[in-house]
C-alpha cells in the first residue's frame, strides 16, 4: 500500500515532441505528489510538485495532471528538449511527525535531437 | 553550504569491512533522510530524522546498517560487516521542518569487493 507505481521504464521522444510519464498509488493518505529529475552522477532534484486538491499544476514545459478518484497522476514535458534526457522518478509523500517520501522505480527519458 | 554535501564521493571496500558514510545537510534544514539506489533502480528508503524526535528507521534493512546523527546538524550512516548486495548508490537528502521537498546531495557510490 505504501507503493508507487510508475510507468514506462523508459522512453525515446523526438525533439519538440511530448514527453508523458505516469504513475499510480494506492494510499490515499499521500498529501504532496513531487516528480524529481536526475542526471547521471547527480542526486535527484525537485522538479514540480501538486497537491491532491488540485486536479493540474503547470510550470514552464512541465505540467502535471492529478486525478485523484483514480489515484494517478501524470507529468507531460512540453517541446521535449535533448537537455531534458534525465531519469524522472514520481513520487508521493505522507505526513508522519515528519514528510516520508516513496518513489516510483523511476523512467529513463532519451530526447533524440 | 549551498548544497547537501555527501562524503566520500566514491568507497570501494572488502566483504565484511564496515563503512561509514557521512552528510551534511544544509544549514537550518531540521529534517534529514537516507536513501539508497541501486544500479538502474528507484530510491529505497532508509531512515529519516526529524528534529529531537526519534528517527524513523522503518527502512532500514538489516541490523548491520545504522544511522546517526549528532547535534541535529550531521548524519553518519554506519554499514557493519558489508557484504556484495550493499553495493549501491547512498542518498541524503535535507528539508526544512514543514516542507514536503527534498534536496538531495550527489551521493556515496559504494562498492562492495
Known amino acids: 500500500q505504501q507503493q508507487v507505481k510508475q510507468s514506462p521504464q523508459s522512453l525515446i521522444v523526438q525533439k519538440g515532441g511530448i514527453s508523458i510519464i505516469n504513475c499510480a498509488y494506492e494510499?490515499?493518505?499521500?498529501?504532496?505528489f513531487p516528480w524529481y529529475q536526475q542526471f547521471p552522477g547527480k542526486g535527484p532534484a525537485l522538479l514540480i510538485a501538486i497537491r491532491p486538491d488540485v486536479s493540474e499544476k503547470k510550470e514552464g514545459r512541465f505540467t502535471i495532471s492529478f486525478n485523484k478518484s483514480a489515484k494517478q497522476f501524470s507529468l507531460h514535458i512540453m517541446d521535449s528538449q535533448p537537455g531534458d534526457s534525465a531519469t524522472y522518478f514520481c513520487a508521493a509523500s505522507i505526513g508522519t511527525g515528519g514528510f516520508k517520501t516513496i518513489f516510483g522505480a523511476g523512467t529513463r527519458l532519451f530526447v533524440k535531437a | 553550504g549551498a548544497g547537501v554535501s555527501q562524503s566520500p564521493s566514491n568507497k570501494v571496500t572488502e566483504k565484511g569491512k564496515d563503512v561509514e558514510l557521512r552528510c551534511d545537510p544544509i544549514?537550518?534544514?531540521?529534517?534529514l533522510y537516507w536513501y539508497r539506489q541501486s544500479l538502474g533502480q528507484g530510491l529505497e528508503f532508509l531512515i529519516y530524522f526529524q528534529g529531537n524526535s526519534a528517527p524513523d528507521k522503518s527502512g532500514l534493512p538489516s541490523d548491520r546498517f545504522s544511522a546517526e546523527r549528532t547535534g541535529g546538524s550531521v548524519s553518519t550512516l554506519t554499514i557493519q560487516r558489508t557484504q556484495q548486495e550493499d553495493s549501491a548508490v547512498y542518498l541524503c537528502?535535507?528539508?526544512?521542518?514543514?516542507?514536503?521537498?527534498?534536496?538531495f546531495g550527489s551521493g556515496t557510490r559504494l562498492t562492495v569487493v
Open positions: 494510499n490515499t493518505a499521500f498529501d504532496y
Open positions: 537528502a535535507s528539508s526544512f521542518s514543514g516542507d514536503y521537498g527534498y534536496t
Open positions: 544549514s537550518g534544514h531540521t529534517a
